[in-house]
């Protein structure tokens, strides 16, 4: 048997692995084609017909006058301009907003540093901890001593600042 695959697998180009494996897959079907066909009985098989014409009447009346509803809720909703929604929240925006309101870093709350870009919460509690343990801030510098803000944080943050002398 293996000279014999060894010279098929020869002719053929596959090896002697492939070649088992392929003959005992069309063994396989073959066993299972022949169980199928001789085997289930065709004529024992019962089919039943169900009639589902009540309940598809009974959809379509449903979704006909759902549809009129649902139609007369979309014509009344509001109109949303997503162009404008997503540049609100667009970076340059932030800028534009805070442009003209910088905010007085010994006298803002916590709720006023967390507006500004870059700043949360975590970051807004160590500025107003490192204010009071050390009788204010004295430079906006002083900032870069403050755990949570780096160089390049302080770099987009400190336009949004000032110190009141």
Do not use: C, W
Request: glycine share 6%; charged share 35%; hydrophobic share 35%.
């Amino acid at each position: 048997m293996k000279k014999g695959l060894t010279k098929l697998s020869q002719k053929i180009g596959f090896t002697e692995t492939e070649i088992k494996v392929i003959i005992f897959l069309l063994v396989i079907f073959s066993i299972g084609f022949g169980y199928k066909y001789f085997f289930i009985d065709k004529n024992n098989t019962v089919y039943k017909e169900f009639d589902y014409s009540k309940q598809d009447s009974i959809f379509y009346a449903a979704v006909r006058k759902d549809s009129l509803s649902n139609l007369n809720k979309i014509n009344n909703r509001k109109r949303v301009d997503y162009k404008q929604e997503v540049l609100d929240f667009n970076k340059s925006n932030v800028d534009k907003q805070h442009k003209n309101k910088k905010i007085e870093l010994n006298s803002a709350d916590a709720r006023a540093l967390k507006s500004i870009p870059g700043i949360g919460e975590k970051t807004a509690k160590n500025i107003i901890k490192y204010r009071t343990d050390n009788n204010g801030i004295k430079k906006i510098k002083e900032l870069l001593k403050i755990k949570g803000i780096g160089q390049i944080k302080f770099t987009k943050i400190k336009k949004y600042l000032y110190i009141e002398k």
